[in-house]
């Protein structure tokens, strides 16, 4: 595989997904973590089509909007579907996740975090009883969310949930709630993140960002 190079904000936004499948499946990439006094000067290189950020350099090519860029990645390193029903799942469940992302964003821009804390325990309570239901529609909940093997789906919602619920930084907030109303989707988040080491040392060293 050619070089591959990563160019996005020094957070998770809208990258980290795509950064947890390189390294949930092995494959080296530069995650270049643009700081904010460099942005200017990256936007002016040309680097960016559509003058923003993440661009993604790969097979000779240069990417830009995080799930196109999301789709291909998983096409490429295996983690597609084979037709277009299961396609319609990811895809179904990964804007499912895209509606849940841009309701939190909004609220984490304004920076209110008393907004963001009850929101977790209403709001976000049923978007996971929602997800745990789509899970277990697919063998039960004891495996990914479509078919026999990991798709997109899978780290889309493993990213969503993981970032905006369990990480440290929240010092267990929101983890009962995962647990309580939706203890499918809990097990699958342990369940999916120890099914790769690539993923767990990522995760145990990646650098801190509050989403
Ligand atoms: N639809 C685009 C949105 C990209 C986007 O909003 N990028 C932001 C960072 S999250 C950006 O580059 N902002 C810098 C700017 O616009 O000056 C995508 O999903 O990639």
């Known amino acids: 595989m050619s070089a591959i190079t990563f160019h996005y904000f020094d957070g998770y936004g809208r990258a980290e997904s795509v950064r947890m499948m390189f390294h949930y499946h092995g494959t080296h990439f530069t ?22 950020l993440p661009v993604l350099e790969i097979d000779g090519l240069r990417l830009v909007q995080s799930r196109s860029i999301s789709r291909y990645v998983a096409q490429k390193l295996g983690y597609g579907t084979s037709n277009h029903y299961d396609e319609y799942l990811v895809e179904s469940i990964c804007d499912l996740r895209s509606d849940i992302v ?12 008393e907004a963001y804390d009850k929101e977790m325990s209403t709001s976000m309570v049923e978007w996971l009883k929602l997800i745990e239901a789509r899970l277990v529609k697919n063998n039960g ?71």
């Open 31 to 52: 995650d270049h973590r643009v700081q904010f006094h460099e942005w200017p000067t990256v936007q002016a290189s040309g680097l960016c089509e559509f003058s923003e």
């Open 102 to 113: 841009q309701y939190f964003l909004k609220i984490l821009f304004q920076k209110d975090l």
């Open 141 to 211: 909940g004891n495996g990914w969310f479509v078919g026999n093997k990991v798709t997109r789906a899978d780290f889309e919602i493993f990213e969503t949930i993981y970032d905006f619920m369990l990480k440290d930084d929240f010092g267990n907030k929101y983890s009962h709630l995962v647990a309580t109303h939706a203890p499918k989707l809990n097990s699958f988040m342990t369940r999916f993140r120890d099914s790769s080491h690539g993923l767990k040392n990522y995760l145990n060293s990646r650098p801190r960002s509050f989403f």
